[in-house]
């Protein structure tokens, strides 16, 4: 482009999600319909990123992603970079606590290897799944409970229709007793936006 005397200005802020089968454009829906994408849409400018997440995933297969993560906040135009992370949904068998200190880990982490960079974290959406609710339970105010390692919390646990234990059982907002639906996710993604607008 440059040949032909069109100058494209340097990318000056980049946002990344990162998460398992309810951020993944790729699974479920049309990436159009996720949260994710109606975050971005409702900020002007449209922040530019990617999106790393991927179905089936938990913290072990995030924090195994991270070069690919760090590598995408490297470019030294960048004067502001965002990572928001989803995580927990196929966590339950590493418990509450060994959950939220690997997510402290991975963005405190991030953070060194980035600096300047901002995290917004995510709280655990309930399930039908036997157990999941407790562990979740758990989680949640544990996140809450130390803000030392990420900058704003998208606090989808604390709405009313998608983030009571109940809530997970009303097939309007939750396809399996798991997954929101199309219907749910518009719910969550305002949620997003607003945490995220805290801090881009």
Known sequence: MAT??????????????????ITDPTVLMAAN??????????????????????????????????AAVDASF?????????????????????GAATLVADLKAYCLARKATSPGLKIVIATLLPQTTSGFNTFR?????????????YDAIADFAANGTMGCDACAANTTYYSDGKHPTAAGM????????AA????W
Not at 38 to 54: C, D, H, M, R
Not at 196 to 199: G, H, L, P, R
Request: net charge negative.
């Open 137 to 149: 339970d758990a989680v949640n105010p544990l996140i809450k409970a130390d803000n030392s390692w």
């Open 196 to 199: 995220i607008q805290t801090v």
């Open 4 to 21: 032909r005397g069109v100058t494209i200005p340097s990318l000056q802020k980049a946002m990344i999600f990162e998460g398992d089968s």
């Open 186 to 193: 518009p719910i969550l993604g305002p949620i997003a936006q």
């Open 74 to 94: 490297s470019a030294p135009s960048l004067t502001e970079r965002l990572l928001f992370l989803f995580d927990g949904a196929n966590d339950m068998g590493l």
């Open 33 to 66: 319909l996720k949260y994710s994408a109606l975050a971005q849409a409702a900020i002007t400018p449209f922040p530019q990123g990617s999106n790393f997440a991927i179905s089936g995933t938990g913290i072990v297969q995030i924090a195994a992603r991270a």
